[in-house]
């Protein structure tokens, strides 16, 4: 079986090397990835993971394999800010609060789709005026779900997280392996 990685993302390329897989090929799914009005975040990401997975072309011998993640504070979808100003909106919102990390993978073959949602809870310890600029000014913020990257910098705001941390920086591997092996593809 083919292995086809459907997300442009490095960092879930890294992370399917962590399992000792390489993907074949690279395709990059374009879809529309705004939210339906009073759409729940769980909906959401699970939706955009399978909608990922259904526009790409799969033959009889691949196995594709999409994920989408996004954070939650309350009630409220924090997708990957569109500038500095919003990173900051993000920061400033998850300090000093608990919030969830929600990502969902679909791996589709020719004998279906399979998808798990899985759902980590991150807290956030109160941040500085000096810290959020710092973070702003690295950059790291950029294409980032909830505008940080838990593996890199902002790894110094999280005390603690209950739940995957695979699964925060992009692709849950426990649930991902057990996923492709159910299509074939040893993990």
């Known amino acids: 079986m083919k292995l086809i990685l459907g997300s442009a993302s490095p960092r879930r390329r890294e992370l399917l090397g962590q399992l000792g897989l ?14 339906q009005r009073g759409e729940l975040a769980r909906d959401y990401v699970a939706r955009m993971a399978r909608e990922k997975a259904a526009v790409l072309d799969c033959a009889a011998d691949e196995v594709i394999l999409t994920a989408d993640t996004t954070v939650t504070c309350g009630r409220r979808i924090l997708g990957k800010p569109g500038d500095a100003k919003e990173a900051a909106e ?3 919102l998850l300090s000093g609060r608990r919030h969830h990390v929600l990502t969902a993978v679909a791996v589709r073959s020719a004998t279906g789709l399979r998808e798990r949602l899985v759902d980590t809870i991150v807290k956030f310890r109160p941040l500085s005026n000096a810290e959020v600029n710092g973070y702003l000014a690295s950059g790291e913020w ?6 940080y990257a838990i593996q890199g910098r902002a790894g110094a705001f999280v005390p603690w997280i209950q739940g995957s941390f695979t699964g925060v920086v992009g692709l849950p591997l426990a649930e991902t392996a057990l996923l492709l092996n159910a299509a074939g593809v040893s993990a």
Do not use: H, M, N, Y
């Open 22 to 35: 390489v993907p074949d090929e690279v395709r990059a799914p374009d879809i529309d990835e705004t939210p």
């Open 90 to 92: 993000f920061l400033w």
């Open 142 to 147: 950029q294409g980032k779900a909830g505008g």
